[in-house]
């Protein structure tokens, strides 16, 4: 009795398993999951979990129980018996702990990470930290060295200074001993209103009490007041004679600070910074109620500040998500290996049925074997592919076989084998054009994939061959494109039938070996031509080339020299061939050139300059490249290229010594022009003294006398005028400061400041569009601003007021015009290039004074900023002028 029904417990008992397992699998999973708070999906490429890993392997392990048990009852062939059983489970068991375990060394990778990236911030902050206490620190410390309090001009330049040159410092204060501010450089208005709210805190208050008594600087916690993010106060004492309990302060923009630090690279992680409690920085902003997951936190702080805690989290959806898919695709891949190892075990049977078809298979094997052995003793082509088709043709007597290959031109189709068609269908076919509708093989090669035409007689493609196709009885037939390994097409292998064609498996798997057999056979023959071609090529260059080249193996020794390289070392090719290299160098070159070589044994490419002595003992300057020599992805030597620049170091050596002789000129040249320009301007001085004084006394001179005081007055002006624009013009490349963002729109505004009585002597009407901001001079980009200005003012039609016109063009290849338009007299554009040269001038200078040098000026001011000056006009119509630069402006903000 219990031998009867022994099968029966035995399934029973499966069954009862691998529904507990499901069931203790499930439960466990979605608990798992409903305290993540997250998607499956999220928790599957989130750090591992051993409770995940457990509950799916039980899950998992009770489905594949569950699914095997099921099968046993299937047909014959595919029960599953109790090997095939333990196959299974120890499969799913071995994929579950696979992919926990990758799970969690991508978890240790990501804690690495995350320590790598909060050791650089910690560093980095405590870093900046300490430069901007320093800062401070040092601002205050050279005040007390002078011992008094800079001037207000001073202070405004080094304090300006300050806030240009750090961006996250928001203001400069001098706080009195009621914590008044006494002086104050703020960077926008808002920084000055915090600056308030936080001296009406008490707490801060007394803080700022207790460092007084001190002398270090300090910073005070982060405060978010007036909603202008996170904010903290650097102070520092400031002991001058006679003035006590003064403070030097800063304001300091946390969340700015810490951006800049981070730089927007945070990898796969979200940084946030907390003091204390306080959230500082955020470098995402993450979700409101999204949960992030902590990886990692560190501590940052100095004697002087408070306590930084840097954490990190993962970003959602991120954090390595790439080789956690690979820890699901080993699981997902060990299931199935596991599910395919136990089907393979009870489809033995499927052997059987096999072993009918291998006395075919192996004919056809050793048909495809002399195939291959025509390809690999470089038999012809045509004998290859025709070989080809026959042991097609011979699987099955009803297909006829061809092989039809891409021309030079790449644009038609050339016979390459059909033993079986006739001959005047291949001579048709011979040249076949490859585009759409011509016949099978023509439309495959264009379309680059299989075509099957079972109806040659009715099917369009094959308009205008019907004919040719009945009179070789072909009434079917299936093309398919032949590919190289790179993708190009190498031809067509066709089969045809003179009946309708049945595409089958075994079909398909004779076409598919036949159409390798053909693409390895054609690329072969291509490959090999080009190798061929490719030695001749290099033999001719390395030949022919007019440069010396040297050949090394990888200890240095000469393998081959070209005859350039011969006939400068003098020294034939046999002579030189397995000596060292160094034996030619001097001792020191030799030293300083042989750890190079090793390099470019690892693969690296460099190049030098090298004295050696040739046989006849000439000193040779050469400029050398050493490649290497790579033969089948392996480094076998080292290539060496040299030039000879005897000449071209001759002719540096020569440049540098003018260069220095004009460097000392140009020094001479400037100091010659200060001494001049001031020795110049004294003598004017006492001239334009006399005549004043000479002006008190009209008395004692006529009218005549009168002129000529007037004229001699005149003249010193209009001199003194002239000097002082030819300093300017020659003080554009010796006093240039270095380039800084400019608001175009607020150095406009300086500029109509510093001719507001021009402008409204004249009445002149101003017209003015956004302008962006640049990178440049401060100062000559002022001046510019202020020429084409006055300029433009200047140039007006008598009895008309000035109007002019300023604003920015754009171009489309990235260029842009500062551009000042007026409508004053004009000038002929033949006179174009004439006006921008020092002195040169179109007008009277009683109707227009000046010295003609104005645009001048400004030319130089725009090709020292990378752009041009042009202008157009026409006489009585006005003129626009043109500061093109080549770049697109800075972005406003």
Request: glycine share 8%; proline share 5%.
């Amino acid at each position: 009795m219990s031998t009867d029904h022994r099968p029966l417990i035995y399934q029973a008992f499966l069954y009862t398993l691998a529904l507990a397992l499901l069931a203790v699998g499930g439960v466990s999973l979605l608990d798992v999951l409903l305290d993540h708070g997250s998607s499956p999906h999220y928790l599957l490429l989130s750090p591992g979990s051993p409770p995940l890993a457990l509950s799916l392997g039980i899950t998992l392990l009770g489905a594949a129980l569950l699914s095997l048990l099921a099968l046993r009852k299937g047909p014959h062939n595919l029960r599953l018996d109790r090997r095939t059983l333990l196959a299974g489970v120890c499969g799913v068991l071995l994929s579950t702990a696979s992919w926990s375990l990758l799970s969690q060394q991508s978890s240790d990778a990501l804690a690495a990470q995350s320590q790598l990236l909060l050791a650089r911030l910690q560093s980095a902050s405590r870093e900046m930290l300490s430069a901007r206490l320093a800062l401070i620190q040092r601002m205050a410390e050279r005040w007390q060295a002078i011992g008094s309090m800079p001037s207000d001009a001073l202070w405004q330049q080094e304090a300006g200074s300050y806030l240009r040159d750090f961006p996250n410092l928001g203001l400069i204060a001098v706080l009195d001993e009621r914590l008044l501010p006494q002086r104050n450089q703020v960077r926008a208005p808002k920084a000055q209103r915090w600056l308030e709210s936080f001296l009406a805190d008490p707490e801060q208050r007394d803080w700022l009490q207790q460092v007084r008594t001190g002398r270090q600087a300090h910073m005070s916690a982060s405060l978010n007041l007036l909603g202008n993010g996170p904010m903290a106060l650097i102070a520092v004492p400031l002991h001058l004679p006679g003035q006590s309990g003064q403070l030097l302060v800063a304001s300091l923009d946390v969340g700015d600070t810490m951006g800049n630090l981070l730089g927007g690279n945070s990898g796969e992680f979200i940084i946030r910074v907390h003091e204390g409690s306080q959230l500082i920085y955020d470098s995402a902003g993450a979700a409101p109620g999204h949960v992030l997951i902590p990886v990692g936190s560190g501590l940052t702080r100095l004697a002087q500040t408070p306590e930084w805690t840097i954490g990190t989290y993962l970003k959602p959806g991120r954090g390595q998500a790439g080789s956690r898919l690979l820890a699901l695709l080993v699981l997902f891949c060990g299931l199935a290996l596991s599910f395919f190892l136990m089907f393979t075990q009870r489809l033995a049977w499927g052997a059987q049925q096999q072993a009918l078809h291998l006395r075919e298979r192996q004919r056809f094997d050793e048909a495809q074997s002399r195939v291959l052995d025509m390809i690999s003793t470089l038999q012809p082509l045509p004998q290859i592919l025709e070989a080809i088709c026959r042991l097609i043709e011979q699987s099955d007597p009803r297909l006829r076989c061809s092989i039809l290959l891409v021309d030079s031109s790449g644009q038609r189709l050339t016979l390459g084998a059909a033993p079986s068609l006739d001959e005047h269908y291949n001579q048709a076919v011979d040249g076949l054009p490859i585009r759409e509708g011509t016949g099978s093989c023509g439309t495959a090669a264009f379309r680059r994939q299989p075509v099957l035409v079972n109806d040659i007689a009715h099917d369009p493609l094959w308009q205008g061959f019907h004919e040719l196709a009945a009179s070789s009885n072909l009434h079917a037939c299936w093309s398919t494109p032949l590919f190289a390994a790179s993708g190009g097409l190498l031809g067509t292998f066709a089969i045809y039938q003179q009946q309708p064609m049945v595409v089958d498996s075994v079909l398909e798997d004779l076409v598919t070996t036949a159409s390798h057999l053909a693409a390895i056979a054609i690329e072969q023959k291509t490959t090999r031509q080009r190798l061929l071609e490719s030695e001749q090529r290099f033999r001719s260059l390395f030949a022919c080339n007019p440069d010396p080249v040297f050949a090394f193996d990888l200890r240095g020794r000469f393998e081959r020299v070209n005859p350039v390289a011969s006939q400068l070392l003098g020294y034939r090719e046999d002579e030189l061939r397995g000596a060292h290299f160094t034996q030619y160098l001097e001792p020191t070159e030799a030293q300083r050139i042989q750890p190079l070589l090793l390099k470019v044994a690892r693969g690296e490419t460099h190049s030098f300059e090298l004295q050696c002595r040739n046989r006849a003992g000439e000193l040779l300057e050469l400029d050398v490249t050493q490649l290497p020599i790579v033969i089948d992805h392996a480094i076998v030597g080292v290539f060496c290229i040299a030039k000879d620049i005897r000449q071209r170091k001759t002719a540096e050596r020569t440049l540098q010594s003018a260069l220095a002789e004009l460097e000392r000129s140009n020094r001479e040249l400037q100091a010659f022009a200060f001494v001049a320009s001031h020795d110049l301007q004294e003598p004017l001085r006492k001239i334009q003294s006399f005549a004043a004084r000479l002006q008190t006394r009209p008395a004692g001179l006529d009218e005549q006398g009168r002129d000529y005081l007037q004229r001699m007055i005149s003249a010193a002006e209009r001199m003194q005028a002239l000097i002082h624009d030819l300093l300017a013009y020659s003080r554009v490349a010796t006093r240039a400061q270095s380039f800084v963002r400019l608001e175009l729109e607020r150095l406009l505004d300086e500029v109509m400041q510093d001719l507001e009585h021009v402008i409204e002597g004249s009445g002149a009407r101003i017209e003015r569009a956004p302008l962006p901001a640049i990178a440049g001079d401060p100062s000559q980009m002022r001046q510019l601003l202020q020429n084409l200005l006055s300029n433009a003012i200047k140039f007006h039609k008598p009895g008309e007021l000035p109007q002019v016109r300023i604003y920015a063009e754009y171009q489309p290849t990235g260029e842009w015009s500062l551009c000042v338009s007026d409508q004053g007299v004009g000038f002929d554009e033949q006179y174009l290039e004439r006006i921008f040269h020092p002195f040169q001038r179109l007008h009277s200078r009683q109707a227009y004074p000046g010295t003609g040098i104005g645009l001048a000026i400004v030319s130089r001011i725009a090709e020292r900023h990378g752009g041009r000056l042009s202008a157009s006009s026409r006489p009585g119509q006005g003129a626009t002028f043109r500061v093109t630069f080549p770049t697109p402006p800075m972005p406003t903000g």
